[in-house]
């Protein structure tokens, strides 16, 4: 059983930079690949970033490549989500996964473990 928390959301003006942390219990954390998701009203949860269990592997989606980077301290079991240059488009409710499998934390129906996520929302 992993339980996750998310912090470190909230509001930023366009070109800004907020960093996410997710922090999990658990003395399994170090085995799981670790995502985020964001979810904005109306629209379908997408993946934003996947990393894998010793930090080694990352991937991202198109729309935050070369502005949000994730990573985590398997020593504090904590993941993080940094992100920069933000734009409005990226306001969202931003999730936190746990995942068995790489590729199984890049598709929200294959998640094991959600966190209860954290509001991001960028002005113009």
């Known amino acids: 059983q992993v339980q996750l928390v998310e912090s470190g959301g909230g509001l930023v003006q366009a070109g800004g930079s907020l960093r996410l942390s997710c922090a999990a219990s658990?003395?399994?954390?170090?085995?799981?690949?670790m995502g985020w998701f964001r979810q904005a009203p109306g629209k379908e949860r997408e993946f934003v970033a996947v990393?894998?269990?010793?930090?080694?592997?990352?991937r991202y989606a198109d729309s935050v490549t070369g502005r949000f980077t994730i990573s985590r301290d398997n020593t504090k079991n904590t993941v993080y989500l940094q992100m920069n240059s933000l734009k409005p488009e990226d306001t969202a409710l931003y999730y936190c996964?746990?995942?068995?499998?790489?590729?199984?934390?890049?598709?929200?129906?294959?998640?094991?473990?959600w966190g209860q996520g954290t509001q991001v929302t960028v002005s113009s």
């Open positions: 990393i894998n269990w010793s930090g080694g592997a990352t």
């Open positions: 996964a746990a995942a068995q499998l790489f590729s199984s934390a890049t598709r929200p129906t294959a998640v094991n473990y």
């Open positions: 658990g003395r399994t954390f170090g085995s799981y690949a």
